[in-house]
């Protein structure tokens, strides 16, 4: 059985004994009965095989927002392509059961998939190159925002009690 030409089973290529991976897909080869012999593949099989182990470890991390159900599953679609398994959530406060799927998701992967995932959107120009702002960013520009608007309302003030006396 050695000596028994090995089959890709995906693309179902033949290759001499002495080869281990498909040239064409990248998959690892089989004896060339052994694919005719397997139950076929289901659906859910076979994403699963498109996962990559090293890209399961960690905390979740949103890495997508999108608009809707459809938008969310497309973005999920792109990630599995490339081995990143991922997961949808509804926002909060957008749970409403009569239209399970309108309002808008997020799109989480596990945190040892988030720089591939990233790039991936990158790429697709679903998400800006820009990194995440973090949260003292934004407290800070708030802070700005907040004493430019105390600025604005006294200097109204001052011109309003200029005018009226």
């Given at each position: 059985m050695a000596a028994a030409p090995l089959a890709c089973p995906r693309c179902h290529a033949g290759h001499p004994a002495d080869e281990r991976f498909c040239r064409a897909c990248g998959m690892p080869l089989v004896h060339a009965g052994a694919a005719e012999d397997e139950a076929p593949v289901s659906e859910l099989q076979a994403r699963a095989r498109k996962i990559k182990p090293q890209?399961?470890?960690?905390?979740?991390?949103?890495?997508?927002?999108?608009?809707?159900?459809?938008?969310?599953?497309?973005?999920?679609?792109?990630?599995?392509?490339?081995?990143?398994?991922?997961?949808?959530?509804?926002?909060?406060?957008?749970?409403v059961p009569d239209f399970m799927a309108g309002g808008p998701r997020d799109v989480l992967v596990a945190a040892s998939g988030a720089p591939t995932a990233r790039e991936v959107l990158v790429e697709a120009e679903i998400v800006s190159g820009d990194p995440p702002a973090s949260s003292t960013t934004s407290a800070i520009r708030l802070l700005a925002g907040l004493l430019i608007a105390v600025a604005i309302v006294g200097v109204v003030l001052f011109m309003a009690l200029r005018v009226g006396v």
């Open positions: 890209y399961t470890e960690g905390e979740l991390v949103r890495v997508a927002g999108a608009s809707n159900q459809a938008e969310a599953e497309f973005i999920q679609g792109m990630l599995l392509e490339e081995g990143v398994p991922s997961l949808l959530r509804r926002r909060p406060g957008f749970d």
